[in-house]
């Protein structure tokens, strides 16, 4: 069978196991799932202040939406990324943290890891609404592009789960991985264009007359990210209010595939042995 059929098969299981993720992730606190809503809305006053008003980051406005709201600007990125560390690092530990459950009963092993990611992408997705209206109310169009912006989130999802199918064996096997992966996780995040926007890393590699790494054009390997792509895909669909270019979707959906594709493979090849190493 393959992973999309025992996860059909176990639908029940993966929608109890999501139920589960999300009314557990702030249970017994005061605000409950008011937290998640606020943690981004704290990180994103803290880095609209620091980039901001301190550092005077600038951005461009809209095209053609006409928005020139920096937190705006900064939450299209900011919001997706949080999203998808949160559910990476999150999936990447759903074995470990489930051990007993792995070495008492039978069952497809990668709903562990889905029902992780999908209790991130509800709340993804109420952070998405809040920041539509927020749009709506600074005069831009969101509600034009929404479901092309769900597709993007379905497709972030993806890229997230396969990331975090493999993570999660090599987490089992290597516990250094959680620790690595936080690191790598930092250095990513400013690799791609979350607090400033991308044609700062054009603007600097022109001010320095080109910059190559081993031939290959600084612009290139800058745009091999594929968060890069999420990302662009995002701020066009909501911020600017503008179908994104082929070269961002085509960027995002491969990176997807592959990835995902090479996710289930190493699941696959491992899970059989996940009760003994846990």
Same mark, same amino acid.
């Given at each position: 069978?393959?992973?999309?059929?025992?996860?059909? &098969?176990?639908?029940?299981? $993966?929608?109890?196991?999501?139920?589960?993720?999300?009314?557990?992730?702030?249970?017994?606190?005061?605000?409950?799932?008011?937290?998640?809503?606020?943690?981004?809305?704290?990180?994103?006053?803290?880095?609209?202040?620091? !980039?901001?008003?301190?550092?005077?980051?600038?951005?461009?406005?809209?095209?053609?939406?006409?928005?020139?709201?920096?937190?705006?600007? #900064?939450?299209?990125?900011?919001?997706?990324?949080?999203?998808?560390?949160?559910?990476?690092?999150?999936?990447?530990?759903?074995? /470990?943290?489930?051990?007993?459950?792995?070495?008492?009963?039978?069952?497809?092993?990668?709903?562990? %890891?889905?029902?992780?990611?999908?209790?991130?992408?509800?709340? !993804?997705?109420?952070?998405?609404?809040?920041?539509?209206?927020?749009?709506?109310?600074?005069?831009?169009?969101?509600?034009?592009?929404?479901?092309?912006?769900?597709?993007?989130?379905?497709?972030?999802?993806?890229?997230?789960?396969?990331?975090?199918?493999?993570?999660?064996?090599?987490?089992?096997?290597?516990? =250094?991985?959680?620790?690595?992966?936080?690191?790598?996780?930092?250095?990513?995040?400013?690799?791609?264009?979350?607090?400033?926007?991308?044609? #700062?890393?054009?603007?600097? %590699?022109?001010?320095?007359?080109?910059?190559?790494?081993?031939?290959?054009?600084?612009?290139?390997?800058?745009?091999?990210?594929?968060?890069?792509?999420?990302? &662009?895909?995002?701020?066009? $669909? $909501?911020? =600017?209010?503008?179908?994104?270019?082929?070269?961002?979707?085509?960027? &995002?959906? /491969?990176?997807?595939?592959?990835? #995902?594709?090479?996710?289930?493979?190493?699941?696959?090849?491992?899970?059989?042995? $996940?009760?003994?190493?846990?």
């Amino acid at each position: 069978m393959t992973a999309l059929g025992d996860l059909v &098969a176990s639908r029940e299981l $993966l929608v109890n196991l999501t139920l589960r993720e999300v009314r557990g992730k702030y249970k017994r606190t005061a605000l409950g799932q008011g937290w998640s809503l606020l943690n981004p809305v704290a990180t994103l006053a803290i880095f609209s202040l620091v !980039f901001g008003v301190l550092l005077q980051t600038h951005v461009p406005a809209g095209d053609p939406s006409g928005l020139d709201v920096f937190a705006l600007f #900064l939450a299209c990125g900011l919001l997706p990324w949080t999203f998808f560390s949160g559910a990476l690092s999150a999936g990447m530990g759903a074995l /470990v943290l489930n051990a007993g459950l792995v070495k008492k009963v039978y069952f497809p092993r990668e709903v562990l %890891v889905t029902s992780t990611v999908l209790s991130f992408v509800v709340t !993804f997705l109420t952070e998405l609404g809040v920041l539509t209206v927020l749009l709506l109310v600074f005069g831009g169009r969101p509600l034009l592009y929404l479901p092309l912006v769900l597709v993007v989130v379905a497709l972030l999802a993806g890229f997230a789960l396969g990331l975090g199918l493999v993570l999660s064996i090599a987490n089992v096997y290597f516990r =250094d991985t959680s620790y690595l992966v936080a690191l790598l996780l930092q250095f990513w995040f400013y690799l791609t264009p979350v607090v400033y926007p991308a044609s #700062l890393v054009d603007d600097a %590699v022109v001010r320095r007359g080109g910059l190559h790494v081993l031939g290959v054009p600084a612009q290139t390997l800058y745009r091999l990210n594929p968060m890069e792509r999420f990302i &662009a895909l995002f701020r066009a $669909l $909501l911020y =600017d209010g503008r179908l994104p270019g082929a070269g961002d979707w085509l960027g &995002a959906v /491969v990176a997807t595939g592959v990835v #995902l594709a090479l996710g289930v493979v190493v699941f696959r090849r491992f899970s059989p042995r $996940l009760a003994e190493e846990l």
